[in-house]
């Protein structure tokens, strides 16, 4: 089994994708995407979870980014 390449990474506001140490990825699939964050503010899983939001998917509360896990 291939080992995972897991680096530190940051997302622009236009969804560009940079990781830190300033390694390409194996694959270059463009820009990442996904619903918009904005309309995700829940206050917390349970919330985001009747919102639409999947495990492991990205929402907010009040600003703060969260990542569903329940």
Same mark, same amino acid.
């Given at each position: 089994?291939?080992?995972?390449?897991?680096?530190? +990474?940051?997302? +622009?506001?236009?969804?560009?994708?940079?990781? &830190?140490?300033?390694?390409?990825?194996?694959?270059?699939?463009?820009?990442? +995407?996904?619903?918009?964050?904005?309309?995700?503010?829940?206050?917390?899983?349970?919330?985001?979870?009747?919102?639409?939001?999947?495990?492991?998917?990205?929402?907010?509360?009040?600003?703060? &980014?969260?990542?569903?896990?329940?």
């Amino acid at each position: 089994m291939a080992k995972p390449d897991i680096q530190a +990474t940051f997302i +622009t506001a236009s969804g560009t994708l940079f990781r &830190l140490k300033g390694k390409l990825g194996l694959d270059d699939l463009g820009a990442v +995407t996904g619903p918009d964050l904005v309309e995700r503010n829940f206050t917390s899983d349970v919330a985001a979870g009747n919102g639409g939001v999947e495990v492991g998917e990205f929402y907010h509360l009040n600003g703060d &980014l969260q990542i569903k896990f329940t």
